[in-house]
Every structure is written in C-alpha cells, then in structure tokens.
C-alpha cells in the first residue's frame, strides 16, 4: 500500500555523514520532525557492518573499520567534534597493530598512507553502532522517523516543496531536503536506476540556480572507485600465530603487492566469541571485472584464498586459510569518490531548500571520513545560521 509522509526535514542517505548532521540539526532544535531514508539494512553507508545471515554471529565491518582525521589545517569545528566522540567514549585511539607490508614482506618503517595519517580511531562498538550513537546522542525525543531498504527515485521541487518518491510508490513531502548521497545528483543514477534523467536535474532545470547548476558540473566530472571487499569467515580453529589479543589488526600493502596479489588492504577482526574475521578490500579494476564476468563465483573464492596464502607464506603472525573457508563477497560500485571535488561553497541553496554533505566536497578530507564528517558540521552550521 503506497503511503504519503509529510516532514519538516528529509535526509537521503543513512552514511556517518548523515548521521552527524541529524545529530546536530536536532540539538539546536530547528525542526520538529525530520526523516531519514536508506537503501540499506542500517546506519553507517560504507562505514558499516555486516551482520550476516547466511553465517550467525558474524559482524564484520565490512567498508572502513576505524577512521583517521588528519586535520592539519587545524579546523575547530571538526576537533571539538572529535572531542566530543571520545568525552561521550562512542571512540577511542585505535592502538592496534599496523603492518604496511612492502616486496619483501616485511613492515615499512615509513607508515605513510590515505587510511592511516593523523589520528587512527577505532568505535568502541562496531562501525554501524558509532553512526547509531552519533544520532540517539540527540534523537531523545524520537525526531526522526528511519525508513530503511527504501530507494528513493524521483524528485519533485515547486518552490516551496519537495516532493520525494521511493521505488515502491511511497511518497515524502519536506520543506527541506538534506541528500548526503549523491547518487541522485550524479550520470551514474541513470543506469542505476534506469532512468533518461538524472533526479536532481529534473528537479531543478537549468539556469533556475546557478549554485545548482554548478554542484552539478562538478558532479559530472567526479568518479569513483569500484571496489570488491570479501569476508571471511574462518573455521574455528583458526587463530594467530602468535599471542595478539586487540580487537583489530591491518595489514596494507604497497603498490607493488598490491598489483601482484590485487589487494588493498587486509583487516583481521576478532569477534565476541574469539574467533577471527577477515575482510580483504580491493579496488583492482582487472579483479573486480573478472568477478562480475566469472560464471563460477566459489572458483573465484578459492582464487581468492589461493592469493592470500601466497601472501602470507612466510608470515610469522598470519596463519594460511583452508580452502573451505565461508566467504562472502561484497561489491561496492562507487566506494570512494576520486577526481574532482565539489566546492564548500555550493553545499546549500537556500532558494532550492536543499543541501549537500559527504565525503565528495573539497578539503583535505575528500573521499574519507573526516571529509563526511567536516561537511556535516558545516552545513548544519550553514543552515542553522540561514534559517533562523
């Protein structure tokens, strides 16, 4: 039965992005009732959790399991949040062990990479339950309505309105629109969701507003990164070699491992009841290709196990998997943006009443979480002072 909702505030997108700006446009209280759509399970976008249900008791974080905030440029508003995260203990400094593993095997002095400048943090629950925290921490009076395994497909604006509309005929009406998203504003919705027009455009036509026009310029020149991600799920007896006991372990590999054996990155996560995960990122276009043409996906399982051993072959922490090892596999069509960036400047339009967060904006942040989080802040502060 298709149903009508009618919101004060509507959020696309469920990712940490979202989360923070929910969180904080509650605790100024400038709306009564907002509501927040997701196309998946759950909070937290790519900085999310598998709870499997094919194998009980597993919860892997499946996209990034902690995060790092380098700020360098020192912004107050993203170190008082980060303050903020760990008084209320949602996280804390991620201590674990790091291994960036070069030609050799052995571990780089030199810790240089994109997941691990600045200041590592790992969520004292899982990733899934940070970005929960981060809205319950200000959702008291319960605000906002979630709707999740919802796919938003059209947009509607007539001045005053938007009009949003999910693929099974649902419709939201809002003064305000919030897309942290940005699939709706992007080429890549028209395969996706098999239309002629990109929504946002179709909202909005050309020369109504130029900061639209231009937010959407800068989308089209702005890719992204395909990425497969496995998880494994290890038999019982499966441990260390040595005695390691913290909940997280990674292992990044340099270029030229990465080439050789197609992975990124390697997180082992310990469960609850000790037993160990492990999910391995790749974004090698030639892996990622050859697993959507492959017609026997447990052939490419066991390519994937095949790999690893060789990997670790020599390891004096990391034991070799068995081939009967359970995996999953994960595809992420747009993982992290790459290219171009979209300008601050662009992230609200108050004639259209409709603004942007996430980790495609302009900083030293971009593509990462502490971009998502910085945009969040700052939009809300941006709305805040407009709409008062």
Known sequence: MKSDFTYDLLIIGGGISACVFASKYLKNNITKKIALVEIGRGLGGRSSTRISKRFKGWKLNHGSPNFNISNSKNNLLLKSYIDELLENK???IDDSDTFFLNQDLNSDTQK????????????????????QKIIESNNLKDQIDFYFETLIVDLKFNDKE??????????????????????????????ILNINQIPLRKAISINYDKKIDLLLNFLEEQTFIPRLTF????????SYK???????????????????????????????????????????IEFFNSYIIAKDKEVFKQKIITNFNKLFEDSSVVNKLTFDEKISIMKWRASQPTGTAVPLSLQFSRKCRI???GDWFEGEGFGRIEGSIISA????????????
């Open 231 to 238: 998880l494994i799920y290890t038999n019982e007896n499966y």
């Open 242 to 284: 040595d005695f390691y006991s913290k909940k997280q372990r990674y292992f990044y590999l340099r270029k030229n491992l990465e080439s050789k054996y197609k992975f990124e990155r390697i997180i082992f996560q310990k469960q609850d009841n000790n037993r160990l995960g492990i999910v391995v990122h790749t974004k090698n």
């Open 377 to 388: 802040l700052m939009l809300e502060k941006q709305m805040n002072d407009l709409i008062k």
């Open 90 to 92: 949602f996280i804390k």
């Open 162 to 191: 938007w009009v949003i509309t999910s693929k099974n005929g649902d419709k939201f009406k809002s003064k305000y629109l919030i897309c942290s998203t940005n699939l709706l504003l992007h080429k890549r919705s028209l395969k």
């Open 112 to 131: 240089i990479s994109k997941f691990s400048c600045g200041f590592n943090y790992l969520s004292l629950g899982s990733m899934s339950q940070l970005s």
């Open 355 to 357: 603004g942007f967060c």
